[in-house]
């Protein structure tokens, strides 16, 4: 019997790569979203313009942002992005930082292996040198959650984004409403509601202690101000919809058709009345209400608004204690919340609905002005930025300094570290170490600074100060202390444990299965490969419509 017979066990048309092809694959994929991320980071980077299926436009200079956006479907990029939402999810910030990290990370292991060095080793060598750098993280911070500190944190995120211009006053904004909301050391980001308003300018943004809902009641002539509001909330429609199921009544004569449109006010009827018995004042019905019922509503004095966005109805119902009803036979005195202050009002050009004074005190909204809406859709990334800051900052209370003062730091103490390790494995730690060089050189290099220089008297200055760090709008190399440039030791932790994590299981990838397809380019290239021999990035350009320059170089 021939035993050279080969043997399939995955279907003809699966793509597999192998070995050091799946690794150079995965790890190149990687790099090119590093290096795209990159030119938008720190206060000197740029923004990002991106178009998404529907020709809706984005501009943004946040990382998670622009990777979600993007589209990306190369397996190994993807877990990249997945660190970039993670870090959002977990601190807010740190999402352009943690991807540039992870792709300085396995372009050093890629030279490493280059050299010779084992996957094994080069693994072993960075979780030591990562020990090792949460530790020295730990160390150089500072414990510190003044308000004069959270106002730093707070402005040392906003810098750089679209919202740069009003920094102050929106970590004013930020820091006032974490600091309401605050129990226990603990700040619930959800109590915040961010709302956009566009129309006048950023400064004109403001707090409210309360909720405001971004609606103007059906009714023109009823009170627009109530002290002690009862409110409730409604997810039942006072109204008949035609259904999505085709069904047909069968109408003979004229006296039936009466009874019908009788008893469908009937219906609507007993829903008004079973809504006035209630006793509230205001009703926020999350589908639509008939305008006879309106008009009867109106008539029992009862303010009503329809089709309410099911956010909004879970703040309402959150803020003022109302029962979310979803059968109008729920609907009584018990299930309605209350607003000390119900009141409507005029902001710019549109009317909407302000709800101060609620049953939780800590409910409370931040009015987000901007001339158009991408701006307001930036500068609210940009707060939601400061906010998770300034919440990590007021539950954590320590603080690391910015302006890559901590990352020059990392790669000092790592290095001496390194010295006390022999052999091999002391190189992997050395070029783990050197990874972080990519912060301080990208934001340099961003500011269209000399970054040779600027690292190289930046590792200069750490002889003394363990605070010195690059002032990019004066190319200056300060203590980043003095200066504010303050960042939530649980940002630059995250960052650092997640990059390392992402940058091993890529290491660790050998052997690439995939359906057919699965791995191909969805841009231009239809062949499947391109001439650098290496298999395609799949998604990247495709993912980037009207052609956005498509991928940088890959080496
Ligand atoms: P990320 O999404 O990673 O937060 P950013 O674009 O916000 O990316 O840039 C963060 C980097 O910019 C950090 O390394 C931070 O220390 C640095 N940075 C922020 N403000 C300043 C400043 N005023 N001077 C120098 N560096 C700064
Ligand atoms: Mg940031």
Redesign the pocket.
Known sequence: MANNQPIFILPADTQRFKGRDALSMNINACKTLAGIIRT????K?MDKMLTDSLGDIILT???ATIVREMDITQPAARMLVEIAKKQEDVVG??????IVVAGELLSKAQELLEDGYSTPLVIKGFRDGLAKALEVLNDISINSKDKDTLLKIAQ??I???GAEFEKEMLSDLIVDAALRVEEDGKVDKERINIQRISGDSVKDSFIVDGLIVDKAPMSKSLPRDIKDAKIAVLKYPIEFKKTNIDSKVQITDPSQMQAFIDNEKEMLKDIVDKVIASGADVLFCQKGIDEAAENALTHAGIISYKRVRNTDIERISKATGAKFVSNIDDLNSESLGHAGHYYVDKIFDHEVTFLEKCEDPKATSIILRGSTRHVTEEVKRALD?ALGVVAATIEDGKVVV???ACEIELIKQIKSYAETISGKEQIAILSFADAFEV?PRT?AENAGLDTIDMVTNLKASHENSKNM?????NGEIVD?EK?G?L?PLK?KFQ?INSASEACEMILRIDDMVAARGALESTGTDESGNDDSGMPPMGGMPGGMPGGMGGMPPMM
């Open positions: 938008t980071l720190g206060p980077g200079n946040d990382g910030d740190g999402t352009t930082s943690v040392t995120a810098t750089g984004k930025d910015g302006g890559a912060i934001l760090g690059l002032d990019v709008i980043m200066e440039v960042e940002v960052a």
